[in-house]
């Protein structure tokens, strides 16, 4: 969608940016679709919003937001959907997804009464439920439908009382909606649309029994729409459980962003931190996104680094949700140059100008780095990902390896200090602090990428052999060689 000045400040989930897959696995559905449409559009066709015929108050409020072409997940989903066909879609953040099922949903409601609860989105995040009731805010503001959010976190009885009052969209997590509908407080016998947005996050949270008791308390008679990033066997399971003859939607091909350089740091473990702050204060970085594994973690890497003077914040589930809001504002308006996150909470983030991302933390599983890394080289920006690499990863760097088609490159960093030992058991935590003097960019620009957010034109970055520190792995066997690798694309990644 072809992007003009916004209005608001905010970076709704559905900012219309060309699609980028995040996928890694390709995987095929085995519902066979009565309709499956393709990823390509046809050439010297110019699609727009008002080719879909939609209700004259809708379309102001996407004039007003900006936008005028509709984005391929949206060209391929919104005619079926507003046909009232079940569709399965597999997009990844980024791609316009959310306006693709709210603006159909936005239609719908329009005819018919008010101030029942018709349609019912499902989300695995807090985080991801405020965004898309921020784009229905958005989208339908001319047409006076109202939205209501149930997550958990805050107290519920504003949510109890907002739902008294009339609500025609409830956007919801599943726990709390859960908890509301034992009291007998929300009434869903009347919905007629069903989204299930990112439904391979809900699983991979434990969502999927909560989800499948939502579904037995939902009218039989409804359209269903489920949307998701990959396809692994539990989605795919529901999917064909609940979808009755489903459209289904994929966009773009099944590998990574195509935007993003990749980069491996072995490291022995206790040197991750002081390694962490040595690239951040080399590197010139615009808005950093560190991922670790575990909420505890979290939530001490992001002190240890106030404490080192780095702008931070911490996003974990375990935080209030205004603590959380504050956290995410703060990285979007760039208070916090740093955010260090969970898989889980980082769910919800949807900030377009991400230069790097870091795994501190290898994820778990292939699928998950390539979520990682999608949250930057956005909107036709480059980005970087950095991997920290110990001893145990070495298979998952070679799986990673595998599905790019080609070597990622190894880097060490000059000028740090890889030979300290890891601190003896009681003595301590091992982790450095930053010295007052910080180093010189000359030398930094031979070890690291210095690639921003808003400067990716090549006169703006350093020669590619200037950006790149070369030097000896051979502390690092493990990291030297890969096996074979098998290519995946026809073409390179940058």
Same mark, same amino acid.
């Given at each position: 969608?072809?992007?003009?000045?916004?209005?608001?400040?905010?970076?709704?989930?559905?900012?219309?940016?060309?699609?980028?897959?995040?996928?890694?696995?390709?995987?095929?559905?085995?519902?066979?679709?009565?309709?499956?449409?393709?990823?390509?559009?046809?050439?010297?066709?110019?699609?727009?919003?008002?080719?879909?015929?939609?209700?004259?108050?809708?379309?102001?409020?996407?004039?007003?937001?900006?936008?005028?072409?509709?984005?391929?997940?949206?060209?391929?989903?919104?005619?079926?959907?507003?046909?009232?066909?079940?569709?399965?879609?597999?997009?990844?953040?980024?791609?316009?997804?959310?306006?693709?099922?709210?603006?159909?949903?936005?239609?719908?409601?329009?005819?018919?009464?008010?101030?029942?609860?018709?349609?019912?989105?499902?989300?695995?995040?807090?985080?991801?439920?405020?965004?898309?009731?921020?784009?229905?805010?958005?989208?339908?503001?001319?047409?006076?439908?109202?939205?209501?959010?149930?997550?958990?976190?805050?107290?519920?009885?504003?949510?109890?009382?907002?739902?008294?009052?009339?609500?025609?969209?409830?956007?919801?997590?599943?726990?709390?909606?859960? @908890?509301?509908?034992?009291?007998?407080?929300?009434?869903?016998?009347?919905?007629?649309?069903?989204?299930?947005?990112?439904?391979?996050?809900?699983?991979?949270?434990?969502? #999927?029994?909560?989800?499948?008791?939502?579904?037995?308390? #939902?009218?039989?008679?409804?359209?269903?729409?489920?949307?998701?990033?990959?396809?692994?066997?539990?989605?795919?399971? #529901?999917?064909?459980?609940?979808?009755?003859?489903?459209?289904?939607?994929?966009?773009?091909?099944?590998?990574?962003?195509?935007?993003?350089?990749?980069?491996?740091?072995?490291? @022995?473990?206790?040197?991750?931190?002081?390694?962490?702050?040595?690239?951040?204060?080399?590197?010139?970085?615009?808005?950093?996104?560190?991922?670790?594994?575990?909420?505890?973690?979290?939530?001490?890497?992001?002190?240890?680094?106030?404490?080192?003077?780095?702008?931070?914040?911490?996003?974990?589930?375990?935080?209030?949700?205004?603590?959380?809001?504050?956290?995410?504002?703060?990285?979007?308006?760039?208070?916090?140059?740093?955010?260090?996150?969970?898989?889980?909470?980082?769910?919800?983030?949807?900030?377009?100008?991400?230069? &790097?991302?870091?795994?501190? @933390?290898?994820?778990?599983?292939?699928?998950?780095?390539?979520?990682?890394?999608?949250?930057?080289?956005?909107?036709?920006?480059?980005?970087?990902?950095?991997?920290?690499?110990?001893?145990?990863?070495?298979?998952?760097?070679?799986?990673?390896?595998?599905?790019?088609?080609?070597?990622?490159?190894?880097?060490?960093?000059?000028?740090?200090?890889?030979?300290?030992?890891?601190?003896?058991?009681?003595?301590?935590?091992?982790?450095?602090?930053?010295?007052?003097?910080?180093?010189?960019?000359?030398?930094?620009?031979?070890?690291?990428?210095?690639?921003?957010? &808003?400067?990716?034109?090549?006169?703006?970055?350093?020669?590619?052999?200037?950006?790149?520190?070369?030097?000896?792995?051979?502390?690092?066997?493990? #990291?030297?060689?890969?096996?074979?690798?098998?290519?995946?694309?026809? &073409?390179?990644?940058?």
């Amino acid at each position: 969608m072809r992007r003009i000045e916004r209005r608001s400040p905010t970076d709704p989930r559905y900012s219309n940016s060309p699609g980028r897959p995040r996928t890694i696995e390709h995987q095929q559905s085995i519902i066979r679709p009565k309709v499956v449409l393709g990823n390509k559009e046809k050439k010297g066709i110019t699609m727009n919003f008002e080719s879909f015929n939609l209700h004259p108050h809708i379309e102001s409020g996407i004039r007003a937001f900006g936008y005028t072409e509709p984005t391929p997940i949206q060209i391929q989903t919104i005619p079926p959907i507003l046909q009232k066909r079940d569709v399965m879609g597999q997009a990844q953040t980024g791609t316009g997804k959310t306006a693709a099922f709210v603006l159909p949903i936005l239609q719908r409601l329009m005819d018919g009464p008010r101030k029942r609860i018709r349609a019912l989105i499902i989300a695995p995040t807090r985080e991801l439920a405020e965004q898309t009731h921020e784009a229905i805010g958005h989208l339908g503001r001319y047409t006076k439908l109202k939205s209501v959010t149930i997550y958990g976190g805050v107290n519920q009885n504003l949510q109890i009382s907002k739902l008294r009052s009339g609500a025609d969209i409830v956007v919801a997590c599943p726990g709390r909606l859960i @908890d509301l509908m034992d009291k007998g407080v929300i009434d869903l016998s009347r919905i007629e649309v069903l989204v299930l947005d990112e439904a391979d996050r809900m699983f991979d949270m434990g969502f #999927l029994p909560d989800v499948r008791n939502i579904l037995k308390r #939902l009218p039989v008679q409804r359209q269903t729409l489920l949307f998701a990033a990959t396809m692994p066997d539990d989605v795919r399971d #529901l999917a064909e459980s609940i979808l009755r003859n489903p459209v289904t939607v994929q966009v773009g091909e099944a590998v990574p962003v195509s935007t993003v350089s990749h980069a491996i740091y072995p490291v @022995d473990p206790h040197l991750k931190t002081p390694l962490l702050m040595k690239i951040l204060d080399c590197t010139d970085m615009a808005s950093v996104l560190v991922f670790t594994r575990t909420k505890d973690r979290a939530t001490r890497l992001a002190k240890q680094m106030k404490r080192s003077g780095f702008l931070v914040a911490s996003l974990q589930g375990d935080l209030p949700q205004n603590k959380r809001q504050e956290a995410l504002n703060g990285f979007r308006n760039g208070k916090y140059r740093v955010l260090v996150a969970t898989d889980i909470a980082a769910r919800g983030i949807d900030v377009s100008k991400i230069s &790097h991302v870091i795994n501190y @933390d290898m994820p778990d599983t292939v699928d998950a780095y390539t979520h990682r890394i999608g949250r930057t080289g956005r909107a036709t920006r480059t980005g970087d990902a950095f991997t920290f690499v110990t001893r145990p990863d070495r298979a998952f760097v070679w799986s990673i390896e595998n599905v790019l088609g080609e070597k990622l490159e190894r880097r060490i960093l000059a000028n740090f200090d890889y030979t300290i030992p890891a601190p003896a058991a009681g003595k301590g935590s091992g982790r450095l602090r930053r010295s007052g003097q910080r180093p010189g960019l000359t030398e930094v620009q031979k070890e690291t990428p210095a690639r921003h957010a &808003h400067s990716s034109s090549p006169a703006s970055r350093p020669a590619s052999g200037a950006r790149r520190g070369r030097k000896d792995l051979s502390q690092f066997p493990f #990291l030297v060689d890969s096996p074979q690798m098998k290519s995946r694309r026809s &073409h390179g990644m940058r």
